[in-house]
C-alpha cells in the first residue's frame, strides 16, 4: 500500500510538473502576443508635440541634403532638366541668331558655365537650410505635417530666401568668373550686338543665376518632401513612421 502512495505521487508530481511548463509555455505565449500587439500599437499611436518636432526636423535634414548634395555635384543643374538654366530671356533672342550663323560653341558655352556657377553656389545652401531647421518652433513643425504637400517647401521659401540670396550673390559672382561664364556671355553679346539692327542687351548674370539657383533648390526640395510623404520605404526611422503616419490618418 506504501509504495502504491509513493508511486501515486511521483505521478501527480511529474503530472504537476508537465502542467507547471506547459502553463508557463502558454504565457509565454500570451505575454509575447501581448508584447508583439503593444508594439505595433506604440507606433500608430498620437505622436507627442515634441516627437512631432524632432520628426519633421529629421525630415527636412534629410530631404535638404539629400536636394543640396544633388544639386552642388557636377552636372546637378546642367544634367536636370527640371532645373538647368538656360539663357536669360531677353538673350534667348540672342542665341537662336548666333547659333542660326554657326556659333554654337559660343552659346553653349555660356549655358555651361551658368550651370557650373549655380552648382558651385549651392553648396553654400545647406548650412542656412538647416540653421533654419533649427529654428523652427512646434507650430512651424505641426502646421508643415499636418498641411498641403509643399508645406515644407514653403516654410524654406519664406524663412530663406533673403538669406540665400544674400549669401548666393557673391558666390556666384565668383563662380561666374571662375568658369568664365562672364567672358563666355561677354563674347556672346558683343558678337550679337555687331549684328546690324539689332538691340543691345544687357544682363545682371550675377542676379539671374543666383535666383536661378535658388528656385532650382526649392524644386529638389519640394521633391524631397514629395518623397516622404508618399513613400512609405523613404520613412527609414521608427520616429518618421510615427510621425507621417499620424499625419497620413489625420489626411483620410
Do not use: H, W
Request: hydrophobic share 40%.
Amino acid at each position: 500500500m506504501k509504495k502504491i502512495n509513493i508511486l501515486s505521487s511521483s505521478l501527480a508530481l511529474i503530472l504537476f510538473s508537465n502542467l507547471n511548463v506547459n502553463a508557463q509555455i502558454k504565457l509565454g505565449d500570451i505575454f509575447k502576443k501581448i508584447t508583439e500587439k503593444n508594439t505595433t500599437t506604440n507606433t500608430g499611436i498620437t505622436p507627442t508635440t515634441f516627437e512631432i518636432g524632432q520628426g519633421i526636423k529629421e525630415a527636412l535634414q534629410i530631404g535638404v541634403s539629400a536636394g543640396t548634395d544633388r544639386l552642388s555635384a557636377k552636372d546637378g543643374f546642367l544634367g536636370n532638366l527640371a532645373v538647368k538654366i538656360l539663357m536669360p530671356p531677353e538673350a534667348q533672342k540672342v542665341e537662336r541668331t548666333l547659333r542660326s550663323i554657326g556659333l554654337n560653341k559660343l552659346c553653349d558655352n555660356v549655358v555651361v558655365s551658368l550651370n557650373r556657377a549655380a552648382e558651385d553656389a549651392t553648396t553654400a545652401a545647406k548650412p542656412i537650410f538647416i540653421s533654419a531647421i533649427k529654428q523652427m518652433t512646434i507650430t512651424d513643425a505641426t502646421n508643415i505635417l499636418l498641411g498641403n504637400n509643399d508645406a515644407a517647401t514653403e516654410y524654406f521659401k519664406r524663412v530663406t530666401t533673403s538669406q540665400l540670396m544674400q549669401k548666393f550673390s557673391p558666390i556666384v559672382t565668383t563662380s561666374l568668373n571662375k568658369v568664365n561664364a562672364t567672358k563666355y556671355y561677354s563674347d556672346l553679346t558683343t558678337q550679337y550686338n555687331r549684328l546690324p539692327l539689332v538691340k543691345p542687351v544687357n544682363t545682371n548674370l550675377t542676379e539671374y543665376v543666383t535666383q536661378k539657383a535658388i528656385d532650382g533648390l526649392f524644386i529638389e526640395v519640394a521633391k524631397e518632401e514629395l518623397k516622404i510623404r508618399g513613400n512609405l520605404s523613404s520613412r527609414s526611422t521608427t520616429l518618421l513612421q510615427k510621425v507621417f503616419g499620424y499625419a497620413d490618418k489625420r489626411k483620410i
